[in-house]
């Protein structure tokens, strides 16, 4: 799975000077975590967190008697640090990226801000659909507010053969209704990608897509943010 989120960020300094602060912080040695930094420019840094997980192991063989042993994991994340917005691109996380934002942090003297984003959907996918609209349709959302009765709501994902923003129904108006996330589909150079963006700022598929998406939808999701 391959999977991107952006965050909004509040840096105390420049990117040479946060890049110079992490490579003090390398993942080498006896460090169970640390950063190493691929490129540093001055609107821009790309670079890739690694953490060291230990932990024991118990197998218990046909006797019941329990053996120990310790066995080792390791976490990656890569990002990517900006001045512009949004100021922080985190791909192929752990579930938790805990670490990550606890050891960056620290690398700025816990003097940086950071703000989870929400996007409006409607407005992201029609940016998608300018940046990528060979074959775009989107085929699926989940409406995050259904009502369901006068005290409950519920979650309803709705899957069409075509584009779903098409689909009229006097059930549903999707013009009016929340939803949450989105499954895209569309050609790029040729080749199907398909997509999932949710309300939070996280862009993820199940497969690989050409490096070059990411920026692009990037640029699509700042474009629905400054709309």
Do not use: H
């Not at 670079?47 to 976490?75: H, K, M, W």
């Amino acid at each position: 799975m391959r999977k991107v989120r952006w965050f909004g960020v509040t840096w105390p300094f420049s990117m040479f000077t946060l890049a110079k602060r992490l490579k003090a912080v390398p993942f080498e040695d006896e460090r169970t975590m640390g950063f190493e930094v691929d490129r540093a420019r001055q609107d821009y840094i790309e670079g890739r967190f690694f953490e060291r997980i230990s932990y024991q192991e118990t197998v218990r063989d046909p006797r019941g008697t329990e053996y120990q042993f310790e066995r080792l994991a390791f976490n990656s994340v890569e990002f990517r640090c900006s001045t512009s917005f949004p100021q922080l691109q985190v791909a192929d996380a752990p579930r938790s990226t805990k670490s990550f934002m606890n050891l960056l942090s620290q690398a700025t003297d816990f003097e940086m801000t950071i703000d989870a984003l929400r996007v409006d959907l409607t407005k992201w996918i029609k940016a998608m659909e300018r940046s990528f609209p060979e074959g775009f349709r989107c085929d699926a959302v989940r409406l995050s507010e259904f009502p369901f009765s006068e005290f409950a709501k519920a979650r309803v994902e709705i899957v069409s053969s075509k584009d779903v923003r098409e689909d009229k129904s006097e059930l549903i108006n999707l013009g009016k209704l929340p939803y949450d996330r989105a499954q895209l589909r569309f050609k790029y150079l040729g080749e199907p990608i398909c997509l999932v963006i949710t309300q939070d700022a996280v862009l993820r598929s199940e497969n690989e897509f050409p490096s070059e998406v990411a920026p692009l939808a990037r640029d699509a999701f700042v474009t629905s943010w400054e709309e």
